[in-house]
């Protein structure tokens, strides 16, 4: 007996940089990415940044190389923080 089975697409996540929701000061910061991360959707995107502590999030889809740039200059700015 063959039994047919359904076949359900798993959505599949893509990186997305999280900016400043207020384009006007995100401007003026030079558009910085916040952090970046991986979801399948805009709106999960966004849900998993202000889960994270993001205020106002918004997602916009980045490459690999733009997610690779962001963290290389996160470590840049930690280790020129001294406390």
């Not at 995107?45 to 993001?54: N, V, W």
């Amino acid at each position: 007996m063959n039994k047919t089975q359904t076949f359900k697409p798993q959505a599949v996540n893509q990186l997305w940089g999280i900016y400043h929701t207020d384009r006007e000061y995100a401007r003026e910061v030079g558009d910085p990415i916040r952090t970046v991360v991986e979801a399948p959707t805009k709106n999960a995107a966004q849900e998993t940044a202000a889960r994270l502590g993001f205020n106002d999030p918004w997602a916009h889809p980045i490459t690999a190389e733009q997610a690779k740039r962001q963290q290389e200059l996160s470590r840049q700015r930690t280790r020129g923080i001294r406390v």
